[in-house]
């Protein structure tokens, strides 16, 4: 089965930094697109970053220029670098990997991590 697991997550204070992992086992997703979603207390799930086979990665504007999502194919791994955390940025972070279209409904990911908490105390 393929399992994705996050890890690094933790508390810090505004301004401060954080790495998060995500590695795979039982699949290699060297051919899949990966993400990062998160969803704070009482908020919608939302994406935070994506990253394509060929490397070419999208934020949402919140965390542009602050975040920084890479991958390792060798090590079926994903990352998220995340310099210069704000409060609002406290959420679960979940890791996903090879999305699939299906005409007239969102973007679904085939494969999902359980999740990674992250604090941002003021």
């Known amino acids: 089965q393929v399992q994705l697991q996050e890890s690094g997550g933790g508390s810090v204070q505004a301004g401060g930094s954080l790495s998060l992992s995500c590695t795979a086992s039982?699949?290699?997703?060297?051919?899949?697109?990966m993400a990062w979603f998160r969803q704070g207390s009482d908020k919608e799930r939302e994406v935070v970053a994506t990253?394509?086979?060929?490397?070419?990665?999208a934020y949402i504007n919140s965390v542009k220029g602050r975040f920084t999502i890479s991958r390792d194919n060798g090590k079926n791994a994903l990352y998220l670098q995340m310099n210069n955390l704000k409060t609002e940025d406290t959420a679960v972070y979940f890791c996903?990997?090879?999305?699939?279209?299906?005409?007239?409904?969102?973007?679904?990911?085939?494969?999902w991590g359980q999740g990674t908490q992250v604090t941002v105390s003021p």
């Open positions: 990253i394509d086979t060929q490397v070419n990665t």
């Open positions: 996903a990997a090879c999305p699939y279209n299906i005409v007239g409904r969102p973007t679904q990911y085939n494969y």
């Open positions: 039982g699949y290699s997703l060297r051919d899949c697109q």
